[in-house]
């Protein structure tokens, strides 16, 4: 597997890393424990060295879930994880309630490093802005936590540019994660010059679309009422249709490849910047060895050049969210 370095941190992981949340929460059915462990450990053996979870995911289960599996490869893998959302009554933090008071970040990295078995995180990001809390305390209390060892990297996670230079001018930010993939640019005009521009990394999450850009979704295709795409404004039927011309693209390309359309997403993500790292998620291996496979696909420049012109000429339906 190639490797990569994010940004100018030093920090440097596989091409491609591994989304760990629906392996333990979210879509059901959700993955059996001991296959997920299995699982985890054979993307080590496959070269991957970038793992993503958050305490959110569960909440808990999927911290718990990757750090017995990984455990065995302390110091030979890097674990990003998250925090930023209050833990509410029931002391279990739900998204869409942020918490990044000092406190909050604090307690949540403690915890993180219990559920993980490390002795410190590797990439710690705040998972969403905080409106309530300046990102310049954000910024100063993981800078005291990696003065005191217990991280080793601080990240953002969908924050607008002018938030993270003022995090930046406080504690370098390693990484910044994002949703980014040929049918969801908006990052290209400010969020990605701005990492350039301060040495940060990209890390893309939802790089396939939430599965779109595989090919293998159509308006035939079911949601069950548990699958976030059964609310998704891209995944009703007319927004799927519409949408097939991306597909009919990135089919036409991996045809000539001798590749998937999965692939040549990914390719296309790799391509945009020797700093981008995506992230897809994946819980099979026949799904996790044909991401990976992204890294031997080339991309000419007339293939992004005939990529870009027909991105050009359609026009995605429907919102992310």
């Given amino acids: 597997m190639d490797k990569r370095k994010l940004g100018n941190s030093g920090l440097e992981v596989s091409?491609?890393?591994?989304?760990?949340?629906?392996?333990?929460?979210?879509?059901?059915?959700?993955?059996?424990?001991?296959?997920?462990?299995?699982?985890?450990?054979?993307?080590?053996?496959?070269?991957?060295?970038?793992?993503?979870?958050?305490?959110?995911?569960?909440?808990?289960?999927?911290?718990l879930l990757v750090g017995e599996a990984l455990e065995p490869f302390k110091g030979k893998v890097v674990l990003a994880t998250k925090f930023g959302f209050d833990p509410g009554a029931d002391g279990k933090p739900t998204p869409g309630n942020p918490n990044s008071r000092p406190e909050r970040i604090k307690q949540v990295a403690e915890e993180s490093l219990r559920r993980l078995r490390v002795d410190a995180i590797d990439l710690f990001y705040q998972h969403r802005p905080d409106?309530?809390?300046?990102?310049?305390?954000?910024?100063?209390?993981?800078?005291?936590?990696?003065?005191?060892?217990?991280?080793?990297?601080?990240?953002?996670?969908?924050?607008?540019?002018?938030l993270i230079r003022r995090a930046h001018a406080i504690q370098p930010v390693t990484a910044l994660q994002?949703?980014?993939?040929?049918?969801?640019?908006?990052?290209?005009?400010?969020?990605?010059?701005?990492?350039?521009?301060?040495?940060?990394?990209?890390?893309?999450?939802?790089?396939?679309?939430r599965g779109y850009l595989t090919g293998k979704i159509d308006e035939t295709t079911k949601f069950d009422s548990t699958d976030i795409r059964s609310k998704n404004p891209r995944f009703t039927q007319d927004a799927i249709k519409a949408n097939r011309a991306v597909i009919e693209l990135l089919e036409r390309i991996a045809g000539e490849k001798s590749a998937t359309p999965a692939q040549v997403a990914l390719s296309w993500l790799l391509v945009q910047k020797p700093w981008i790292v995506p992230i897809p998620g994946s819980r099979k291996l026949e799904r996790l060895d044909e991401n990976l496979g992204a890294v031997s696909v080339h991309l000419s420049a007339a293939d992004l050049s005939e990529i870009e012109q027909a991105l050009d000429g359609i026009a995605v339906v429907g919102d992310r969210y």
């Avoid at 424990?33 to 985890?40: D, G, P």
């Avoid at 450990?41 to 793992?51: D, I, K, L, P, S």
């Avoid at 969801?184 to 990492?195: S, Y």
Wanted: aromatic share 10%; with cysteine.
């Fill in 131 to 162: 409106p309530n809390v300046p990102i310049e305390d954000v910024a100063g209390t993981v800078k005291d936590l990696i003065q005191e060892g217990k991280v080793k990297h601080f990240g953002l996670s969908e924050s607008s540019a002018d």
């Fill in 178 to 209: 994002s949703e980014y993939s040929l049918w969801w640019r908006n990052i290209e005009a400010e969020i990605l010059p701005t990492c350039e521009e301060l040495g940060i990394g990209v890390v893309p999450y939802s790089p396939l679309g």
């Fill in 15 to 63: 091409a491609i890393g591994l989304g760990c949340m629906r392996m333990s929460f979210g879509d059901k059915p959700i993955g059996d424990h001991q296959e997920m462990v299995s699982f985890l450990r054979a993307a080590v053996e496959r070269g991957v060295t970038f793992f993503d979870t958050a305490e959110v995911y569960g909440p808990f289960t999927n911290e």
